[in-house]
């Protein structure tokens, strides 16, 4: 019975972060940063716990889940959370003596943590089940470098090895339930932002139909005299500002036809299309675009890479994109543009330049209505791009790194 107890108490130290965490931090503490540092301190806790109220067989052998926490801390948090809490366990176990124990709990580090760190950021792009099967592979991967050290250092025996193997599938067992517990908080909160951005999104289209007529009307009107107004023989100055005046008409008229977009009902004209051939003509409409930004395009494009989607918005949606990669490398650079066909039945679109990049927070927003990183932007080009790609049921993926450039993952339903 005291066994069982143990073993509660160590799923207890797991437990109380994950409660702590994405109850009181994951959604009121925006910036990333501040949010790992919170999160590889509640997990350096759980592992001192885990550590420190270990479950006893007999007089030598304990048992305690010190690798949950290490595995999700490194996952979820990164590089450096995974080695803050390597060192936290190293030093911690180094406080009861140097022993076995010890070298086997530096052994299976040294092994362990680099093949964690290797597949990290593959985690972060996977989907859910990919995850839970990754994070299971690699708990039960910790656990038999632990089975095989310690075979090494006392001798494989049955009595010095039942102990870790009763480890290994009951960590097994408990990584599959916390990853699911975990990744399903995480959807969930994903779909409350999505219905926040869908209740924005409605109050957009209801005040869009109602005023953007209005409002263009007289716009247009403005318009039309100021035209008239520039005749030859006005001074340079005032042909200036007139012209400027045209221009910021031009400039508002624009931001109301992307409002419009949103307003106006979805005609239902998809048709099937050559994604390669669209892209290229893509590319030959922007080309003088970035040659005056002082920018390359490189291309590889797979052929026969057909979607049924609507051509003009298909298009649109392309060249706001990339638009963006330009204008985020205002002294130049390189944006790469590829097309590819997937094992999974999509179509895959990327577009990555070597901007200004972005933290993991403005990736979060981007989409938001009216947010924008120009400062003349109103975001709505990036909102129209993600409104039309989930209308083709298609999904974007944006990898970002500050100072180092963005990538956008355009991944569209392929038809034969």
């Known amino acids: ?36 540092v919170i999160m590889s301190v509640l997990w350096g806790i759980s592992i001192i716990l885990c550590m420190s109220f270990p479950v006893v067989f007999g ?6 889940l010190r690798v ?33 124990g010890f070298y086997n709990t530096l052994l299976v580090l040294i092994f362990s943590l ?22 299971v592979g690699l708990a039960f991967y910790y656990c038999l470098i632990g089975l095989t050290f310690l075979g090494i250092l006392r001798g494989f025996s049955i009595d010095h090895l039942i102990v870790p193997v009763i480890h290994l599938i009951f960590v097994v067992i408990v990584i599959w339930c916390f990853i699911m517990l975990i990744e399903a ?20 289209s209801e005040l869009t139909s109602v005023f953007a007529h209005e409002i263009r009307n007289p716009m247009q009107v403005v318009r039309g005299f100021l035209q008239l107004l520039n005749e030859p023989g006005l001074s340079d100055k005032k042909k200036e500002y007139i012209q400027l005046s045209i221009e910021e008409l031009d400039r508002s008229n624009q931001i109301i036809n992307d409002l ?8 239902n004209n998809n048709e099937r299309i050559e994604v390669g051939y669209q892209l290229q003509r893509v590319v030959n409409i922007i080309q003088s675009y970035t040659q005056n930004a002082n920018v390359m395009l490189k291309t590889d494009i797979f052929d026969n890479c057909w979607i049924y989607a609507n051509i003009q918005k298909l298009n649109q949606c ?26 999974d039945g999509y179509i895959k679109i990327n577009i990555k330049d070597e901007g200004i990049g972005m933290t993991k927070e403005q990736i979060d927003r981007l989409g938001s209505p009216y947010y924008s990183l ?21 999904k974007i993926q944006v990898y970002s790194e500050k100072d180092k450039g963005t990538e956008f993952i355009i991944l569209l339903p392929q038809i034969m």
């Open 1 to 36: 019975m005291t066994i069982i107890k143990d073993f509660l108490l160590q799923i207890t130290f797991i437990v109380i972060p994950i409660f702590i965490y994405y109850t009181f931090t994951y959604e009121r503490v925006k910036c990333e940063r501040n949010r790992v």
């Open 185 to 204: 908080i995480r959807e969930i909160h994903q779909l409350r932002l999505e219905m926040q951005n869908s209740e924005k999104l409605r109050v957009i």
């Open 260 to 267: 419009l977009s949103f307003g106006k009902p979805t005609i």
């Open 59 to 64: 007089q030598n052998a304990r048992l305690e």
């Open 318 to 343: 392309l060249i706001n994109i990339l638009k963006n990669a330009i204008e985020s490398m205002p002294n130049g650079g390189v944006v790469w543009l590829t097309c590819n066909r997937t094992d």
């Open 374 to 394: 120009k400062e003349s932007g109103t975001g709505l080009g990036m909102m129209v791009s993600y409104q039309i790609i989930h209308s083709f049921n298609g």
């Open 68 to 100: 949950i926490p290490l595995l999700f801390g490194t996952l979820y948090g990164g590089f450096w959370p995974g080695l803050f809490l390597s060192a936290l366990i190293i030093l911690y176990r180094l406080s009861f003596g140097v022993d076995i």
């Open 114 to 135: 680099p093949v964690i760190m290797f597949f990290q950021k593959s985690f972060a792009r996977l989907k859910k089940d990919k995850r839970v099967k990754l994070a």
